[in-house]
């Protein structure tokens, strides 16, 4: 399986944007999906994750801005932030948990940068 992110780009603080993770798999088989960021000079950290039954779990830094969806029919997890802020700038990865379900499949990562 792979994955591909996109959407990532500059906005100024208080806009949106959304970003995608196309899957080369169905994702309706993953164990579970999310995304993570990682800010210049500081460790990858989670952003939400949901799993298969659903439950979703997001980073208290995000919760009542940024939603997770997904398409299951275009095997696509989205992003959507909203409210942007300038310590939301990172990049983004998207991952995954697809069969046999061993290990995690990472995407190559969105630049996001949130000005003033």
């Known amino acids: 399986v792979q994955l591909q992110a996109s959407g990532g780009g500059l906005v100024e603080a208080g806009g949106s944007l959304r970003l995608s993770c196309a899957a080369s798999?169905?994702?309706?088989?993953?164990?579970?999906m999310g995304w993570y960021r990682q800010a210049p000079g500081k460790q990858r950290e989670l952003v939400v994750l949901r799993q298969h039954s659903g439950f979703t779990e997001y980073a208290d830094y995000v919760k009542g801005r940024f939603t997770i969806s997904s398409d299951n029919a275009k095997n696509t997890l989205y992003l959507q932030m909203n409210n942007l802020e300038i310590e939301d700038t990172a990049v983004y990865y998207c991952?995954?948990?697809?069969?046999?379900?061993?290990?995690?499949?990472w995407g190559q990562g969105t630049l996001v940068t949130v000005s003033s």
């Open positions: 798999g169905d994702i309706f088989t993953f164990a579970r």
């Open positions: 991952a995954a948990r697809p069969p046999p379900y061993s290990t995690d499949v």
